[in-house]
């Protein structure tokens, strides 16, 4: 049986989203995305500390990459 | 999420006096507690990674130079400065070609956004060259060079 999921189709459709993306961030002052960016990466340092996995299980996963 | 910090080979003490600032700092290496240990790692063509105290991510991936892209990526790298601070980062030209060496989606879409948010400021003829010594083509993808 073949797959559902069409990773062309996929790929595509997250490229169409990287170019509006791009093309906003283009079209508003740096102020504006830089303060949306600042956020995203101020809320991952505040979440740090409940991040699922400890150092250990964390280097495996990412060595099995 | 990582930060990938690349220097020039420093010998052991130099580490130890890194590690040392760091952990001073509430910083705290993720793969050994051993500077020692860390250091072989490095030595070996390894990356060592360093987060803010009990957490894991996000951390630096720190490792030393050792092909000939990373002495690019140091040599011809590009200064972004925000506000006070300032940060070495690799040129843009060779983030976009080695993204699409990678090849994962999410590596790909990473060299498009690149590609489309700098298109007006990249040395073109660096892209053509660096895609070629990787062996990589971004047509598919409207990176069209």
């Known amino acids: 049986m073949g797959s559902m999921f069409d990773k062309k189709q996929n790929l595509a459709e997250r490229l169409k989203f990287v170019h509006f993306?791009?093309?906003w961030v283009k079209s508003v002052p740096n102020e504006v995305?830089?303060?949306q960016q600042a956020e995203?990466?101020?809320?991952?340092?505040e979440n740090a500390r409940n991040f699922h996995l400890d150092a250990k299980k964390y280097l495996k996963s990412i060595n099995r990459r | 999420?990582?930060?990938?910090?690349?220097?020039?080979?420093?010998?052991?003490?130099?580490?130890?006096?890194?590690?040392?600032?760091?952990?001073?700092?509430?910083?705290?290496?993720?793969?050994?507690?051993?500077?020692?240990?860390?250091?072989?790692?490095?030595?070996?063509?390894?990356?060592?990674?360093?987060a803010v105290k009990e957490t894991v991510i996000p951390n630096?991936?720190?490792?030393?130079?050792?092909?000939?892209?990373?002495?690019?990526?140091?040599?011809?790298?590009?200064?972004?400065?925000?506000?006070?601070?300032?940060?070495?980062?690799?040129?843009?030209?060779?983030?976009i070609a080695f993204k699409l060496y990678l090849g994962s989606d999410k590596d790909i879409e990473d060299a498009v956004y690149l590609y489309d948010i700098f298109s007006k400021y990249l040395d073109i003829v660096?892209?053509?060259?660096?895609?070629?010594?990787?062996?990589?083509?971004?047509?598919?993808?409207?990176?069209?060079?």
């Open chain 1, 21 to 23: 993306y791009s093309q």
């Open chain 1, 33 to 35: 995305w830089s303060k």
């Open chain 1, 40 to 45: 995203f990466i101020n809320s991952l340092f």
């Open chain 2, 1 to 50: 999420m990582d930060i990938d910090i690349l220097i020039k080979k420093i010998d052991m003490e130099t580490f130890i006096k890194l590690n040392r600032e760091l952990i001073g700092k509430q910083y705290w290496f993720l793969n050994a507690d051993n500077p020692g240990e860390l250091y072989g790692m490095l030595q070996d063509g390894l990356a060592v990674r360093i």
């Open chain 2, 60 to 95: 630096i991936e720190l490792k030393f130079m050792k092909s000939d892209l990373d002495r690019i990526s140091l040599r011809e790298h590009m200064v972004v400065k925000t506000g006070k601070h300032i940060i070495n980062i690799s040129p843009l030209e060779l983030q």
């Open chain 2, 126 to 145: 660096k892209l053509k060259q660096y895609m070629s010594i990787l062996k990589v083509k971004g047509a598919d993808y409207g990176i069209d060079v």
